[in-house]
């Protein structure tokens, strides 16, 4: 019987796809290099299963400890909130067809779950919750939108103060109940999804960080980007901390299984 190599946490970063060169119409499945460089300095491994679709969702989920779910400019296509997408919605059908699901079943399982933008926006859809399509388009709202013309420095600097929940794992992660945090996004929030607990919001009220209530393990996600330059923000690099400390114990459970306990079939 093999014997078990124990090795990083694995943490699942689902891709985004994108056609990126015309000339090959096929398009391309990508990865932030941001978002997977963090997980990597976090001491994680982070994996891509690029052609995952909905229904690899249960035999795949066992074989990671984590995921993380990345943002993106594509916007989660409105039907999957009973809307109408817009005519200039970027969208990306196939990774929300895998995170509607993959959403479900980590939390089921007691994967540790992070959403990073997108990722927090496809945490509540997936919960039945609903999305701003235009924040800024909405009365007394703020624009939440990059300086697309800027340099990435700009584009990812701080924004706005986001309001903590007292007592919230968030005030702990920044030392009390106000933080800054940078701001990349034409979406957010709306209805809160089933079980998401509101524990941060932007001035205008917009709901920018949220705890899955009675999750097993970890389950949060975020509108800001705490993968930008963690190692010199605390809150950010505090957040991925906890995120990773809860990655290290699932594979820990894992490798203190009994051998022969074989990978789902
Ligand atoms: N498109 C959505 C989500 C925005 C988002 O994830 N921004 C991150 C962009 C940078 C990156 O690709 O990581 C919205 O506009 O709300």
């Known amino acids: 019987m093999a014997r078990k190599t124990p090795h990083k946490p694995l943490v699942w970063l689902p891709a985004c796809h994108r056609n990126l060169d015309l000339s090959d119409p096929g398009g391309y499945s990508v990865l932030g290099d941001r978002y997977a460089a963090a997980v990597t300095a976090l001491g994680l491994q982070p994996v891509l299963f690029p052609m995952a679709e909905a229904e690899d969702v249960p035999c795949l989920l066992p074989l990671v400890d984590g995921v993380l779910l990345t943002g993106s400019p594509s916007n989660v296509e409105a039907t999957h909130f009973g809307a109408t997408a817009l005519a200039t919605d970027l969208l990306d059908p196939r990774r929300d067809k895998l995170t509607m699901r993959l959403v479900r079943e980590a939390l089921v399982g007691g994967v540790p779950l992070f959403g990073v933008c997108r990722g927090l926006q496809e945490m509540n859809v997936a919960l039945g919750g609903s999305l701003y399509q235009v924040v800024h388009g909405e009365a007394g709202m703020l624009d939440h939108r990059e300086p697309e013309s800027e340099d990435l420095a700009v584009q990812f600097a701080e924004a706005h103060d986001v309001l903590l929940e007292a007592g919230s794992a968030f005030a702990q992660w920044a030392g009390g109940t106000r933080a800054r945090v940078n701001s990349l996004h034409g979406q957010g929030i709306k209805r809160l999804g089933e079980g998401l607990i509101a ?67």
């Open 199 to 265: 524990e941060a919001r932007a001035p205008d009220g917009l709901v920018e960080g949220v705890r899955v209530a009675g999750a097993q393990g970890f389950a949060y996600g975020v509108q800001w980007h705490p993968e930008w330059h963690h190692e010199q923000h605390p809150f950010y690099e505090r957040t991925l901390q906890a995120f990773a400390s809860a990655c290290r114990e699932a594979r820990r459970v894992k490798d203190a299984e009994p051998e022969g306990r074989s990978a789902p079939g």
